[in-house]
C-alpha cells in the first residue's frame, strides 16, 4: 500500500490561556498544536492519525482556502471527539487513533492549516498531548489503484486449476489411507523388551567381532 502521508510540519502544543496567565503551580486544561504545510500547500485530507498521550477531548479545526477568492476561512471538523471514556482512569489513554474524512463535519478539502485543540479535564495527569501525529492525503481519483505484482498471477474462480502432470488425487489418498493403516497395525504389535544391537541369547556372537 501507497504511503499517502503529507509533508507536514507539526509544531509544539502551546497552552490556552483563560483568563489568568498560568504558573508554575498551576496546570493548563487546553492544549492547541498546529500542523502546517509547506509553502501554504492545499491539501485534501482522508485521514489524520495519532497516538494519544492522556488527551481526554479532542476538536480539530481546519484553515480552507475559498475558491476564487483567494482568502481562507476557519471550520470546525471535529467536535468534541472523546478519547478517553473516563479522563480520570488510563483506559485508551495511550491507543492509537485515526479520524476519517466521513466522521469530519465538513469536507476536508483545501485545507491549507490543521488546528488540534487537546483537552483534559482531570487533573490527574500532570501532562498530554498527541504523539506521531500523521496527515494522509486523498488518492487522486483519475489514478489507477496501486494492485501488488501477485493479484494477476491469482487464478479466477471460474477457472479450474491446471493438473497436467500431477499423480491422480485418488490414487494418492488410497496411498496415504494404507500406509496409515500399516502404521496402526506396526504400533498394535510393537514390544516394549529392548533389542541389544549385538546381543544373541545373552551372548555376544563371535562373527560380528572384529579384530584389529
Not at 51 to 56: E, F, G, R, V
Not at 74 to 103: G, K, V
Not at 110 to 134: C, G, H, M, Y
Request: aromatic letters at 8%; glycine letters at 4%.
Amino acid at each position: 500500500m501507497t504511503d499517502r502521508s503529507a509533508a507536514c510540519t507539526v509544531k509544539s502544543p502551546m497552552a490556552l490561556e483563560l483568563g489568568e496567565a498560568i504558573t508554575a503551580t498551576s496546570r493548563p486544561g487546553v492544549f492547541v498544536i498546529d500542523v502546517t504545510f509547506p509553502r501554504g500547500q492545499a491539501v485534501k485530507i482522508q485521514e489524520i492519525s495519532f497516538k494519544n498521550y492522556y488527551t481526554a477531548f479532542l476538536m480539530v479545526r481546519m484553515q480552507r482556502k475559498v475558491p476564487d477568492q483567494g482568502t481562507a476561512k476557519w471550520a470546525t471538523c471535529l467536535q468534541n471527539h472523546c478519547l478517553m471514556p473516563n479522563p480520570h482512569t488510563e483506559e485508551r489513554s495511550q491507543d492509537y487513533f485515526s479520524i476519517y474524512r466521513q466522521q469530519m463535519l465538513t469536507e476536508p478539502d483545501d485545507v491549507t492549516l490543521v488546528r488540534l485543540i487537546l483537552r483534559q479535564p482531570s487533573s490527574a495527569w500532570l501532562n498530554f498531548s498527541l504523539e506521531e501525529i500523521k496527515i494522509h492525503l486523498c488518492a487522486n481519483e483519475d489514478s489507477e489503484r496501486e494492485l501488488p505484482a501477485w493479484f494477476s498471477h491469482l487464478t479466477p474462480v471460474d477457472q479450474p486449476p491446471d493438473l497436467q502432470g500431477l499423480p491422480d488425487p485418488q490414487t494418492v489418498s488410497s496411498s496415504i489411507q494404507q500406509m496409515w493403516a500399516l502404521t496402526e497395525v506396526m504400533q498394535t504389535h510393537q514390544t516394549a523388551a529392548p533389542i541389544g544391537r549385538f546381543d544373541v541369547d545373552g551372548c555376544y556372537d563371535v562373527k560380528l567381532l572384529s579384530y584389529t
